[in-house]
C-alpha cells in the first residue's frame, strides 16, 4: 500500500530519461510495452512516446502520431515560425497531433493508468507533464439481440461487453445536455471502469448521491460482472428479492432513465444495473408499452395471476389433497383420488420430487450447447414426466401442476424475479405440508411482512402498493393510455414530475 | 424532495391502521353475540347506535391527541393526571392491548381448528402466528403500516365479494318485525354491539406521527365508518340469512352462512376458504398492533430496549391466550377485554381530556 500511495505522488521531470525510468519501472517487465523515442523536427525537440502495442490503433500511432510529430513542418509551414517564437509546447503539440482526444498529466500514477487502458503517452524534453493520447482501440463483440430478453416488438439491439460502445448507445438516443455521466474504477487490482448514468434535470440528486456513496465504499479486486456490484449495494443481501434491477436492453435503460431513475454501466459485461426498483416495475415488460393498452393491461394482469401461480400452485394442491380433501369440489375430488391411486408418496414428497426434476432439467438445459439444451427439454419433461406417471411413482395431475407452475415462472419478465418466486414456492410448499392451508396464509404474511420492510436505494419495494399516490396505479395491474399517464412515478421523488402535457 | 419517505405516516395509512386493528375476530362472533344480548332481530339498530358512540368517543380520542400532537397515550397520562395514576393508566392500556393479542391468537387458533386442521394442536398454530407477527414487529412501525396498506384492499374487497355471495338467500322478512319488543332490547344490547368497534384509541398513537396530524379527527371518522360498515353488513347478511334465533345457537355463526354459499351451475363452493384466509390476515394486523403498541408501552414504562420488550411481550400473551380451558372461557375473556376496552378507551380518554380543558382553563400550560 505505501508503495502505491508513494507512486501516485512521484510526479514527472522535465527529463525523457528519468521519466523513461520511473515508467519502465514500473510496466516495462512487460513484453508489450512499446518505448519510441526519436528527434521530432515539429516540435524540435527529442520526444517519446509510449504505449501497449495490444491496447492501441497501430495506424493511429503510426499515422498521427509519429509521423505528424516527424514530419510536421510539411503539414503546417507556419509552425516552425511559431516555434521559433517559443510558444508553449503543449500548445504546439495540439497543433501537430491530429488526434480529438488529448489532455495532459502530472503523475506517474495516472499515467500508468491511462497507458493501462490503452492511450499513448507523449514526453517532450523539458516538459514535466505526460500528454496522453486517445489511442485506444481493441475488438469488441457486434451488438446483437440481447439473449434473455427478446421482444416481439421493439427495438433489437442490446448492449455489448464495451463500456464505451455502451454509452455511445445510451447518447445515440437521449441527445439531452442533461445526460449525466460519473465515472469510478472499481477493482483494486483490475480498475475497471464504471460509469453511472443519470439525466440530471429530473432525477432525484438524493438518489444519485445515494448510489455515489455506494459505489465509493466498494473496495474489492475486481468486479467482473455488474452482479458484484449489484450484490455488493443492494439495501437487503438476505433477501430473496432483487432489488436493483438488471436489464440488457437499452430502451428499458432508456425508460427508466426518463422515469428519475439510476442506471450503472460496468466494463466488461452487458448487463447494466438500473436503481431503484420495485416489484411492479420488476413485472413489467417493455411490450406493454409498445403494445397498445388493452393488450399491455390484460397481459400485465395475466403475469401477476402468474406469479401467484408460480408460487401458489403446488403447495394449494398440497395443501388440499393433505389437509382439506373436504374443500376439494367433489367431482375433481374424485379425479385426483383416482389419479393418486398406487401413488406411495405423500404428496409433499410428490411435489418436492417433481419440482427438483424440474430444476435439474432446467439447469442442465442451461449449461448445454443450445441443441443438446432442447434435447434434454424434450427427454427430461415428456419422458421422464410420461414415465415417472407410468412407474406409479407421481400422479399425472402432479405433473400437469409442476409443469404448469415451470412455465408461469418461465413467463415473469425479469429472471431473477422468477428465481425469487422459486425459492419461495418451496417455502411455500413446506409450509402447506406442515400446516396446511393456514401455514400458507402464514407464509404469505411472511413473505408480504418482507417485502413492505424491503427497500431499493430508500424507496419502498411494493412501489405504488404502500405510501403512493394514486396516479401510481395507472402503471401498475394496468397499462393505461399512454396519454393518461401524464406523470413519473410518484414514489422516486423525480424532479421533475410531468411527463408530457 | 425526499427520498426517504417513510418516516411520517399519511392519514390514509392512519385509517387503514385503525380500522385494521379494529376489524378482528369479532366479525365471525358478533352476530351471535349481538343477537344474544338483543334477543329481537334489531341487532344491527344497536350496531349503528354503537357506532355513533364509538365514533364520538374516537372523535375525543383525536382531540384529546391533538392537544398533544409530539406525545403518545403512553405519554399523555403522567403528564395529566401526575406519574402514579399514569403509571396505572399505562398498564392497564398494555394490559388490554395484550389480552386484545392474545384474544385474537387464541380465536384464530380455535376457528382454523375447527374448520381446517383438526389433528394439529392448537397450541402449534398459536406459535407459529405469534412468531409471524414478531417477525413483522420487528421490523419497527413503518412496515407495519405499510402491510396494512398492502392487504386492506384486498382483504376488504374479498370480504365485501363473499358477503355479496351471501344475499341469495337473503330474506328480509328475518328482521321483522322491527322494534318488536320496544326499544329497550336495542338499548340493553348496546353494550355487547358495540364491543368489537374499540380499538379506535390506537390514534392516540397514530396522530405524534401523521404527516398531517390535523387530519386526526377525520381519520377516526372515517375509519370508524369502514368498521361499522363492516360490522352492519356481517349483521345484517348473517341474520337475514340464519335470523337471529338460528344465529344464537352457533359458535361461529359468519363462516356457517358463507359456507352454505352454493352458486347454481358453480364448479366451487367452498367460499369459506376466501373467508378465513382473509380474516386470519385482519387478525393477523390486528394481532401485530396491540403486539407493537404492548411492547412500545413496556419499553417507555420501565425503559427496557424495545427490541427485548418485542419477545417480553411474546410469552405474556401466549399465557393470555391459553388461559382460557375452554371456547366458552375464551369468549368470556373477550367479555373481560371489552370492558377494559370501554374503561380505557371510552372512560379514560374523556376524563383525560376533561382534565386537559380543565387546567387550560386555570390558564396551566399544558
Known amino acids: 500500500m505505501s508503495k502505491q500511495s508513494q507512486l501516485s505522488e512521484q510526479s514527472f521531470t522535465g527529463n525523457l530519461l528519468s521519466n523513461r525510468d520511473m515508467i519502465m519501472n514500473r510496466i516495462g517487465h512487460n513484453s508489450d510495452v512499446v518505448v519510441r523515442d526519436f528527434y521530432s523536427d515539429a516540435m524540435g525537440t527529442q520526444v517519446m512516446i509510449i504505449y501497449i502495442h495490444c491496447l492501441v490503433d497501430k495506424g493511429t500511432i503510426n499515422n498521427q502520431v509519429i509521423r505528424a510529430l516527424q514530419q510536421g513542418q510539411a503539414h503546417t509551414p507556419h509552425q516552425s515560425a511559431a516555434a521559433d517564437q517559443g510558444t508553449n509546447p503543449k500548445e504546439r503539440l495540439q497543433q501537430i497531433i491530429q488526434l480529438g482526444r488529448m489532455n495532459a498529466v502530472r503523475t506517474l500514477a495516472e499515467c500508468i493508468d491511462e497507458i493501462l487502458s490503452g492511450q499513448t503517452a507523449l514526453f517532450t524534453e523539458g516538459m514535466e507533464e505526460a500528454i496522453l493520447l486517445g489511442t485506444c482501440s481493441w475488438k469488441t463483440r457486434s451488438i446483437e439481440e440481447p439473449v434473455t430478453e427478446s421482444v416481439v416488438r421493439g427495438p433489437r439491439e442490446g448492449f455489448v461487453e464495451d463500456l464505451e460502445t455502451n454509452v455511445s448507445l445510451l447518447r445515440r438516443r437521449i441527445r439531452n445536455p442533461d445526460f449525466s455521466m460519473i465515472n469510478y474504477h472499481i477493482g483494486r487490482q483490475t480498475r475497471r471502469n464504471l460509469v453511472i448514468v443519470y439525466l440530471s434535470n429530473i432525477t432525484n440528486p438524493l438518489l444519485v448521491k445515494e448510489v455515489q456513496r455506494r459505489i465509493e465504499l466498494i473496495d474489492i479486486d475486481d468486479a467482473p460482472e455488474s452482479g458484484f456490484i449489484e450484490q455488493l449495494i443492494e439495501d437487503n443481501p438476505w433477501s430473496p428479492f432483487p432489488q436493483i434491477q438488471n436489464t440488457e436492453r437499452i430502451d428499458k435503460v432508456i425508460a427508466s432513465l426518463l422515469e428519475g431513475r439510476v442506471a450503472i454501466l460496468l466494463d466488461g459485461t452487458p448487463f447494466v444495473l438500473l436503481a431503484p426498483v420495485t416489484f411492479p416495475m420488476l413485472l413489467q415488460a417493455p411490450e406493454d408499452y409498445y403494445d397498445r393498452w388493452f393488450v399491455g393491461s390484460l397481459i400485465r394482469m395475466l403475469r401477476y395471476l402468474l406469479v401467484i401461480a408460480g408460487l401458489f400452485l403446488p403447495s394449494l394442491y398440497i395443501a388440499l389433497v393433505s389437509y382439506h380433501q373436504g374443500l376439494i369440489p367433489s367431482k375433481l375430488a374424485i379425479s385426483i383420488t383416482s389419479s393418486r391411486e398406487g401413488v406411495p408418496f405423500p404428496t409433499i414428497i410428490e411435489a418436492l420430487l417433481m419440482e427438483i426434476t424440474i430444476e435439474v432439467l432446467r439447469e442442465a438445459g442451461i449449461r448445454l450447447p443450445k441443441p443438446i439444451g432442447q434435447a434434454v427439454g424434450i427427454v427430461g419433461g415428456l419422458v421422464i414426466g410420461q414415465s415417472a406417471v407410468q412407474a406409479g411413482i407421481v400422479s399425472p395431475i402432479m405433473v400437469i401442476i409442476v409443469s404448469f407452475t415451470a412455465i408461469s415462472s418461465f413467463a415473469i419478465p425479469s429472471y431473477s424475479v422468477a428465481i425469487a418466486i422459486r425459492i419461495l414456492r418451496f417455502t411455500m410448499m413446506v409450509a402447506a405440508s406442515v400446516l396446511g392451508l393456514y401455514g400458507m396464509v402464514l407464509a404469505l404474511l411472511l413473505i408480504c411482512s418482507h417485502v413492505v420492510k424491503l427497500k431499493s436505494f430508500g424507496v419502498n419495494y411494493m412501489g405504488a402498493f404502500v405510501h403512493s399516490k394514486s396516479s401510481d396505479w395507472k402503471d401498475t395491474f394496468l397499462r393505461l393510455p399512454i396519454f393518461m399517464m401524464k406523470r413519473r412515478p410518484h414514489f422516486l421523488r423525480a424532479k421533475n414530475q410531468k411527463r408530457q402535457s | ?366
Not at chain 2, 19 to 41: C, K, M, N, Q, Y
Not at chain 2, 52 to 64: D, F, P, Q, R, W
Not at chain 2, 129 to 142: D, E, K, P, R
Not at chain 2, 279 to 293: A, K, P, R
Open chain 2, 1 to 366: 424532495m425526499e427520498l426517504r419517505q417513510d418516516e411520517k405516516i399519511t392519514t390514509s395509512q392512519a385509517v387503514i391502521g385503525i380500522a385494521t386493528f379494529v376489524l378482528g375476530s369479532e366479525i365471525v362472533i358478533l352476530p351471535r353475540v349481538a343477537s344474544d344480548a338483543i334477543g329481537t332481530p334489531d341487532a344491527w339498530i344497536s350496531i349503528f347506535l354503537g357506532g355513533v358512540i364509538s365514533t364520538c368517543l374516537g372523535v375525543v380520542c383525536a382531540k384529546l391527541s391533538l392537544r398533544f400532537p409530539t406525545s403518545n397515550y403512553y405519554e399523555i397520562s403522567p403528564k395529566l393526571v401526575g406519574k402514579p395514576i399514569g403509571f396505572l393508566v399505562n398498564l392497564i392500556y398494555i394490559f388490554s392491548l395484550m389480552m386484545t393479542g392474545a384474544y385474537q391468537v387464541r380465536i384464530q387458533a380455535e376457528v382454523v381448528r375447527h374448520y381446517l386442521l383438526d389433528d394439529t394442536p392448537i397450541a402449534f398454530t398459536a406459535i407459529c402466528f405469534l412468531a409471524v407477527s414478531t417477525y413483522l414487529v420487528l421490523g419497527g412501525m413503518n412496515p407495519m403500516f405499510r402491510l396494512f396498506e398492502l392487504l386492506f384492499p384486498l382483504s376488504t374487497f374479498v370480504f365485501f365479494l363473499v358477503m355479496v355471495l351471501c344475499l341469495q338467500d337473503f330474506q328480509i322478512e328475518n328482521f321483522r318485525p322491527v322494534l318488536s319488543e320496544g326499544v329497550l332490547p336495542v338499548l340493553l344490547g348496546l353494550k355487547a354491539a358495540s364491543l368489537p368497534l374499540y380499538g379506535f384509541e390506537i390514534i392516540l398513537f397514530f396522530t405524534p406521527i401523521m404527516n398531517e396530524p390535523k387530519k386526526a379527527v377525520k381519520a377516526v371518522v372515517a375509519s370508524n365508518s369502514i368498521t361499522i360498515l363492516v360490522y352492519v353488513t356481517v349483521l345484517v347478511i348473517v341474520i337475514g340469512n340464519l335470523s337471529s334465533e338460528v344465529v344464537r345457537t352457533l359458535t361461529w355463526p359468519t363462516i356457517e352462512v358463507i359456507r352454505s354459499i352454493e352458486i347454481p351451475g358453480a364448479f366451487f363452493s367452498n367460499f369459506e376458504l376466501f373467508f378465513i384466509v382473509i380474516w386470519v390476515i385482519e387478525m393477523y394486523t390486528t394481532l401485530v398492533v396491540s403486539h407493537y403498541f404492548s411492547s412500545l408501552g413496556i419499553s417507555q414504562l420501565f425503559s427496557i430496549k424495545i427490541k427485548y420488550c418485542y419477545f417480553i411481550v411474546i410469552p405474556l400473551i401466549y399465557w393470555v391466550a391459553f388461559y382460557p380451558k375452554n371456547i366458552n372461557g375464551v369468549f368470556s375473556l373477550g367479555d373481560i377485554n371489552g370492558y377494559i376496552a370501554i374503561f380505557i378507551s371510552g372512560i379514560v380518554p374523556v376524563l383525560l381530556l376533561l382534565i386537559a380543558k380543565l387546567k387550560s382553563w386555570r390558564g396551566q400550560n399544558v
